[in-house]
């Protein structure tokens, strides 16, 4: 069979995730994708086991007690030599309170996370307000928050996630993964 081998852009969206919030953000991430036309897996970040077959990658975990959660970390140290060879969007989740100071933040505790991978040079990094909900937590963190001093404690349930803001960011990842779509 002779002609043109055309190569499918297949995204993979790994995410990490504490509560369900991130995960939640990924799904919109890959039905936005999807509606674009790319073909896109989602998977938990340590439950990925190979990157073979995928042109690009989203990876999306939260900041959480001023950490980008470990798995995010360790994704990215596992799969070094594979996403040097990819372009790669990162996103996290942080805020609670959509204040100007507390965005300012948590971009500067991601930019301190990410500059422990030189390597690694994201097509796009964004930061989506988080969610909150005392009632969801599990130990320790249940245990965490009700002490007196916690920034947390009495704090009511809160989300401040913006649906239009992640299917636009999503959908300016198409042509960065598929870049004959841009022109």
Request: charged share 30%.
């Amino acid at each position: 069979m002779g002609g043109l081998i055309r190569m499918q852009t297949r995204v993979l969206v790994a995410y990490a995730t504490r509560y369900g919030s991130t995960q939640e953000i990924a799904e919109v991430i890959v039905a936005t994708l999807r509606e674009s036309g790319l073909e896109v897996d989602i998977e938990p970040a340590k439950e990925v086991k190979a990157l073979e077959g995928y042109t690009a990658v989203v990876l999306g975990a939260p900041i959480y007690m001023l950490r980008w959660h470990k798995e995010a970390k360790s994704f990215l140290s596992r799969y070094r030599e594979a996403l040097m060879k990819r372009p790669v969007a990162v996103f996290a989740l942080g805020p609670f309170y959509d204040e100007e100071e507390e965005w300012k933040e948590v971009r500067a505790q991601l930019d301190k996370e990410l500059e422990k991978f030189p390597w690694l040079t994201p097509v796009a990094i964004e930061i989506f307000g988080g969610k909150y909900d005392e009632e969801k937590l599990r130990f320790p963190d249940n245990i965490l928050v009700r002490l007196p001093g916690s920034p947390l404690h009495n704090m009511p349930a809160i989300d401040i996630r913006d649906w239009d803001a992640i299917r636009d960011w999503a959908s300016k990842l198409v042509a960065q993964f598929q870049p004959a779509l841009a022109h």
